[in-house]
């Protein structure tokens, strides 16, 4: 039993059903553009360590080796040197604090970047996961349709051998059979397309879908998304860029220490003791530098910075009265959609109240098979339609919280 319920589990994964909060879960964690925003991230945050590591002391180390012929007293023929020096800046105008707040500004953005783009896929997750219900819904009223087809089209070939209908009768249901058959098949192309993309972006073997919907929203407030927010960051940024480059101009302190250990060989021959090669020397200096003239190119390129910064405040400001005219008006959208799920809900009652009078009526040869394939087809489109209906709510619901700042993906049942 054990052995048996192993062989079966592959089988049963991967038939399971998915509702839309696990796709998108999926989604989040093992998206190949997901993970590439991580990495943005990551790669963002080492940036600003390294920023950070820019206040730590320098220690570098070098060697060398050189000959020279010909030797003399004071120039030995093979010199074999190792230094060491220590370096550290003890004033530089504020320029490396600027430069770690600009890359802690665009880590933040990175940060942003990656949730506004996890809440993009949502949407196209959502999108595609209704669409792939409302294919399914349109399906199964085509499914109903060719079954109530084929079953008129028995009766009538009955009929014909007891002399009671013509041929005429029979090549028109047949004809609309086959066109239904027609449009099933370029249904489930249209289905099987929408899965295919569904898992492209999951990961997950998607075949079934469960049910799942959104809140009905009551009392949301709006508030920025992550656009405008990466558009301020951005902005920062580029304000402690422009400190930065400002910091040139003022007096840049560096203290060093430098220790070298020579070895000599090859020395000229001498009649006098003369020390005059040092083998080891230790070095301290303190080096100021003052920046004087440079025709204002820092000054220029500060301000250059600053009009960027200037042009990234006022598109966010744009962003954001966007995003309330979509918010105000995804409201609106959903006020529409209430009322248009009213109307194809009566047109639906109203067509199949229509097609079980008729199909009555065709079945006693009150009405003519014309009559009878319109009820049908109305009543298959009625449906379709109330079905649709149903899952453009949905996805309203979903693009409002969008708007408003939130994500979808809190809101489903």
């Keep these: 039993m054990k052995i048996l319920w192993i062989a079966l589990l592959p089988l049963w994964v991967l038939a399971q059903e998915y509702g839309l909060k696990a796709l998108i879960t999926h989604t989040h964690q093992h998206n190949p553009m997901i993970k590439a925003t991580k990495l943005n ?47 550290m800046d003890l004033y530089d105008g504020g320029r490396k ?21 996890a809440k993009s896929l949502s949407l196209r997750i959502i999108d595609g996961y209704y669409t792939v219900r409302k294919l399914q819904a349109m399906l199964l009223a085509l499914y109903g349709q060719s079954k109530e087809l084929n079953a008129q089209l028995e009766r009538i070939r009955k009929f014909s051998t007891a002399g009671l209908a013509t041929q ?12 239904n058959r027609y449009t099933i098949e370029n249904t489930k192309l249209a289905l099987e397309t929408g899965l295919e993309k569904l898992r492209l972006e999951s990961g997950l073997p998607v075949e079934k879908l469960q049910h799942s919907t959104f809140k009905e929203p009551h009392d949301i407030s709006f508030e920025p998304y992550e ?34 250990k020579s070895k000599f060989n090859d020395l000229a021959p001498s009649d006098f003791p003369l020390d005059i090669l040092q083998d080891h020397q230790n070095q301290a200096s303190i080096s100021l530098n003052l920046r004087l003239f440079d025709n204002g ?3 220029r390129e500060k301000e250059a910075l600053q009009y960027q910064k200037l042009a990234l405040e006022s598109e966010r400001q ?53 009559a009878y394939l319109d009820a049908l087809n109305n009543q298959t489109l009625a449906k379709a339609r109330y079905d649709e209906t149903r899952f453009e709510y949905e996805i309203g619901k979903s693009i409002y919280y969008y708007y408003a700042g939130k994500d979808p993906k809190e809101f489903i049942l």
Excluded: C
Excluded at 55 to 75: E, H, Q
Excluded at 169 to 175: E, G, M, R, T
Excluded at 228 to 254: C, F, H, V, W
């Design 97 to 117: 604090n600027a430069l770690v707040r600009a890359k802690k500004f665009e880590y933040d953005a990175s940060v942003l970047a990656q949730e506004a783009f």
């Design 318 to 370: 744009y962003r954001i009265d966007e995003q309330k005219m979509h918010f105000r008006l995804s409201w609106k959208n959903l006020e529409t959609i209430r009322a248009k799920l009213q109307s194809t809900h009566s047109e639906l009652k109203a067509a199949q109240s229509t097609y079980r009078t008729i199909v009555k009526k065709f079945e006693n040869g009150l009405v003519d098979n014309i």
């Design 41 to 87: 991230t990551q790669s963002k945050a080492k940036e600003m360590n390294a920023a950070s590591s820019a206040f730590w002391p320098t220690l570098d180390i070098k060697g060398s080796y050189s000959r020279v012929a010909p030797n003399s007293l004071v120039s030995p023929g093979k010199v074999t040197s190792g230094y060491a020096t220590v370096s």
């Design 168 to 179: 005429e009768d029979i090549d028109k249901l047949i004809a609309v059979y086959e066109h």
């Design 227 to 260: 656009n405008s927010k990466i558009l301020k960051s951005t902005a920062d940024a580029l304000e402690q860029n422009a400190r930065a480059i400002k910091a040139g101009y003022m007096p840049q302190i560096t203290i060093r220490d430098t220790y070298t």
């Design 297 to 299: 190119k820092m000054h």
